[in-house]
């Protein structure tokens, strides 16, 4: 009975501070929106505070970004959307394709390989950017999506998380599809890639994130006003002439609705890809 009793006191605390460290989390979140509802006047006179006036709150902020006046919000909403995608889906397939032939197949120099992927993951971007800015000069994908998407669409981290999580998984899959006559690319696709969707669930989350929330690049190579992104275009709203925080608050509450959809849509993977890709290998 004192177990019992010991091991209910246990969960109620561990459940209370669960309950304390969620309310803190998603109190920015609370203050956020919150700010998004209220007229620029009063944000500039006592700035994000989370004290509830009904009187002040309205959607006029978030009608304001779906009116003609403000349609370059929606073109930079649209170009995040567009880049975003076709980033995630080709990093996820090529850099898995690269994590699993490094971990499957034995062949000259694929540690080597394997070492020089580590070697890029401890280099920082920023080094790197001017001569990937002069390669983009160069192919003349300046002021292009394909600019913005192309020089990370191989990516070491998620090379490194394919290669970890593809290690774990029984050859004898590769055996039985070749057996059966299946070619190297059909095994992939039709066989390890199922097995592997934990590792896909958790990859997409962190890498549609990484290029939602990319500005230092976009910002370098695009330069035409209807290609920006959004992070880009909300910071233009930021100027020594006029700050709009009531439209720059609204624009960031509504650019965290795709990362909340790509997340509630691949949570069920993340915690499991995350750990089973982090241990084996």
């Keep these: 009975m004192q177990i019992q009793r010991h091991k209910f006191l246990q969960t109620s605390l561990l459940f209370l ?3 304390v460290l969620a309310a ?3 109190f920015p979140f609370y203050s956020l929106a919150l700010a998004s509802l209220k007229p620029s006047k009063e944000m500039l006179r006592y700035g994000l505070n989370v004290k509830l006036q009904p009187e002040l709150l309205s959607f006029h902020n978030y009608a304001f970004l779906f009116s003609a006046a403000a349609k370059k919000y929606l073109i930079w909403y649209k170009n995040s959307i567009v880049i975003s995608i076709v980033y995630t ?27 020089f992927v580590l070697l890029v993951m401890m280099v920082p971007v920023e080094i790197i950017m001017l001569p990937l800015y002069k390669q983009m000069i160069a192919f003349h994908l300046i002021d292009t999506y394909s600019g913005v998407i192309l020089p990370f669409v191989v990516a070491p981290l998620p090379i490194f998380f394919f290669r970890q999580y593809a290690g774990g998984l029984p050859r004898d899959f ?9 070619s190297e690319y059909g095994i992939f696709f039709k066989i390890m890639m199922p097995l592997m969707a934990p590792a896909f669930g958790a990859m997409a ?11 230092v690049w976009p910002l370098i190579v695009l330069k035409t006003g209807d290609k920006l992104t959004l992070p880009i275009g909300l910071s233009s709203l930021i100027t020594p002439y006029g700050n709009n925080y009531d439209i720059l608050i609204a624009g960031s509450v509504l650019a965290i609705v795709p990362i909340l959809i790509v997340f509630i849509f691949f949570q069920r993977f993340f915690v499991s890809g995350l750990t089973v890709g982090g241990v084996k290998g």
Excluded: E, K, P, T
């Design 205 to 215: 989350i962190l890498q549609a994130l990484a290029s939602w929330n990319s500005f």
């Design 89 to 115: 889906a080709l990093c996820l397939l090529l850099s898995s394709m690269v994590g699993y032939g490094i971990a499957m197949y034995r062949f000259r120099g694929r540690n080597l390989i394997f070492l």
């Design 24 to 26: 803190l989390a998603l």
């Design 174 to 182: 590769l055996d039985a599809g070749r057996i059966d006559g299946c």
């Design 17 to 19: 501070l669960f309950i």
